[in-house]
């Protein structure tokens, strides 16, 4: 292990490191300021527009209004694909002009990925080191995650500030705000509220107070659905959800178990299945996602003396479990990858180092391949295409490890 501490002593690495993020940083103000017409900021501005104007976006088509304005339409997001509580919240921006709204989001994403940032290396502490943290702030930044969230305007990163943010409140003993954070950014999109039930639970005190933080949350989440309009919830739900969970079939930009598990059922049947067909396959695969959540559960309940890595393996199953996980959405994995190399600095060996940098390389695999003999040999195709989900899935076995095992 000589070779590799003295590897990470030497200064080159830092300038090269800052070198590659100010040039990704450069290339990013070359090409941001045009991704103002294009998905998804214009899906949510138009959205949000026509909520101010009274008119349904679930129902009526954004085509359009997206003309008028100077948009881009995408034709297989013809409507809203958003909850009715996000677009209320941009329906403040979509009162500005496109150009001006579209420069205050991108900032918003920018201070959410700050955030992260920050509050990853405020929780570690001394055990991340100012050195260290600069490389997790590089890898981060020039990350490919973090390049679709600021291309494609998505809110990932607003939603991993959130539950950074909660863990935070609940590291600091403010268990019922932990709860009320994880709860706003649930409302926002779904899939947090998979981690609700551990923040309520963990928080510790009686069975009562815990009780009253997980019904506080909820109800929170209840005002907010009553406040913007249970009819418009019933139109996201009966619209706009099919459309968004029907996106992750027969597409390799997926990496949930559920769209594994279903993409290798149209192939059996030649992505060709009967709609029954189709929906039993769909229905296995998520059945197959919410297993993985509750057996990630029952390890936490069974293994309380570490509740960082409980909420590190929580966010990854959070991830492999959900219906719909696009590259996008590994922001929530800058703290767990920086638990993990942090606690593998303590004792490092080369195949300790080996396997940090398999699993951030995977997690990075997000484009699909191009290759004639793949694209000739589906099976495989569709396989090898989930790398990014096989680094979830080893970096859930890392922190199961972690909690089973006892620590030397």
């Known amino acids: 292990m000589n070779w590799l501490r003295r590897l990470a002593t030497y200064r080159l690495l830092d300038v090269g490191a800052i070198l590659v993020t100010v040039s990704v940083v450069a290339l990013w103000a070359t090409i941001l300021p045009t991704r103002w017409v294009d998905s998804d900021f214009n899906n949510f501005y138009l959205s949000g527009r026509m909520l ?102 998505q809110v990932q990163l607003m939603l991993a500030a959130f539950v950074l943010a909660a863990y ?6 403010r268990h019922g705000w932990a709860c009320l954070v994880v709860s706003a950014a649930g409302i926002l999109k779904f899939y947090p509220f998979v981690l609700l039930p551990w923040f ?36 996201f739900v009966q619209y706009a959800l099919p459309m968004d969970a029907g996106g992750a079939i027969g597409r390799t930009f997926h990496f949930s178990l559920a769209a594994l598990v279903t993409n290798l059922g149209y192939w059996y049947h030649g992505f060709n299945p009967t709609p029954e067909t189709g929906r039993w396959w769909w229905l296995l695969g998520t ?26 393996l929580l966010s990854v199953a959070m991830l492999i479990g959900t219906v719909t996980v696009e590259g996008h959405y590994f922001m929530f994995l800058v703290f767990p990858l920086t638990v993990m190399a942090v606690r593998m600095a303590t004792k490092p060996t080369p195949g300790k180092v080996a396997c ?20 000739r040999h589906l099976l495989l195709y569709i396989l090898v295409s989930d790398i990014p989900l096989y680094g979830l899935i080893g970096l859930a076995v890392y922190f199961w490890r972690e909690l089973l095992i006892p620590q030397e």
């Open 52 to 153: 101010l104007e009274g008119q349904n976006p679930y129902t009526t088509s954004l085509r359009d209004m997206s003309q008028s304005l100077g948009f881009h339409f995408v034709a297989r997001i013809p409507i809203a694909g958003y909850p009715p509580s996000f677009l209320y919240v941009f329906a403040v921006l979509a009162m500005l002009p496109p150009r001006v709204a579209f420069v205050i989001w991108l900032a918003l994403e920018i201070g959410c990925l700050i955030v992260i940032l920050q509050l990853t290396r405020r929780l570690l502490g001394g055990r991340l080191s100012a050195r260290g943290w600069l490389f997790v702030s590089a890898l981060t930044i020039i990350s490919r995650t973090v390049s679709y969230n600021l291309y494609f305007s």
């Open 168 to 173: 935070a409140a609940h590291r600091a003993g």
């Open 200 to 235: 309520a639970w963990s928080g510790g005190g009686t069975i009562r107070a815990r009780v009253y933080r997980l019904v506080g949350a909820s109800g929170f989440a209840i005002a907010i659905v009553v406040l913007t309009g249970p009819g418009l919830w019933r139109d």
């Open 287 to 312: 059945g197959a996602g919410l297993a993985v959540i509750a057996g990630v559960y029952g390890i936490c309940l069974m293994t309380a003396r570490d509740p960082e890595a409980q909420f590190c």
């Open 356 to 375: 940090l940098i398999l699993l951030v390389v995977a997690v990075n695999c997000v484009d699909p391949p191009e290759s004639a003999f793949l694209s």
